[in-house]
């Protein structure tokens, strides 16, 4: 079975997806790269229920390799993010949160500063039909420098080197889009600054150091 490993993973994470809630149902989908070839979530199949098998693989072109269910109809965004980015794993997702600020907001403005692991502000990508080449252009430029992109009136996605980092990015950004909202709830949430953001990149390139106790 070509991609063995690959596909297995993709079962892993999409049950883990499913129980955090990070979807619903056959909704959202999840891909991982290795080399030319590309292991993707078969279409209407819920992600808690996936077995290796079942997940196809294609080519960089969209082709058909190995499986006997179709590639998700979201398989032309991935082909998008692959084909532009280094990315090797690609996570979409129809979270309630991530959903609420896409539904509603242009962009996730940073709120806190872990958002400068996604790349600062998240922008929404145009609203487009799900599975359609304008969708694909629309994530492709929303998450141009960054790991992650909100679909306007759809969801999420978030990239990374592996699935593992692929799908952090995207608790990561259902966290960031949860803080916003109940923030909101409360008031009007404070937005970091540009130089308050800097200040953190810096910080983060020289920690300080502690001395050591002399025994």
């Not at 991609?3 to 883990?16: F, I, M, S, T, V």
């Not at 759809?154 to 923030?183: M, N, P, Q, S």
């Amino acid at each position: 079975m070509l991609l063995a490993e690959q596909r297995r993973l993709l079962c892993d994470y999409g049950r883990r997806a499913a129980a955090t809630g990070l979807v619903v149902g056959a909704a959202g989908n999840l891909s991982v790269r290795a080399g030319d070839l590309i292991a993707v979530t078969p279409g209407g199949v819920p992600l808690d229920r996936l077995e290796p098998d079942a997940c196809p693989v294609i080519d960089v072109e969209g082709y058909l390799v190995e499986g006997e269910l179709q590639p998700s109809s979201e398989t032309p965004m991935h082909l998008a993010v692959y084909t532009t980015t280094g990315a090797r794993a690609v996570v979409h997702t129809h979270s309630v949160f991530g959903t609420v600020v896409a539904t509603t907001m242009t962009e996730l403005p940073p709120v806190h500063y872990n958002a400068l692991l996604l790349g600062g502000v998240v922008k929404v990508a145009d609203y487009a039909t799900y599975g359609t080449p304008e969708l694909a252009a629309n994530v492709r430029a929303a998450l141009e420098g960054r790991q992650a992109a909100l679909l306007a009136n759809h969801g999420g996605v978030t990239i990374g080197d592996d699935l593992d980092k692929a799908f952090e990015a995207t608790r990561l950004l259902e966290w960031l889009c949860e803080v916003y909202v109940r923030a909101k709830s409360v008031g009007e949430p404070r937005v970091l600054t540009e130089e308050q953001l800097t200040a953190v990149v810096e910080r983060a390139f020289n920690p300080p150091g502690f001395p050591r106790r002399a025994d």
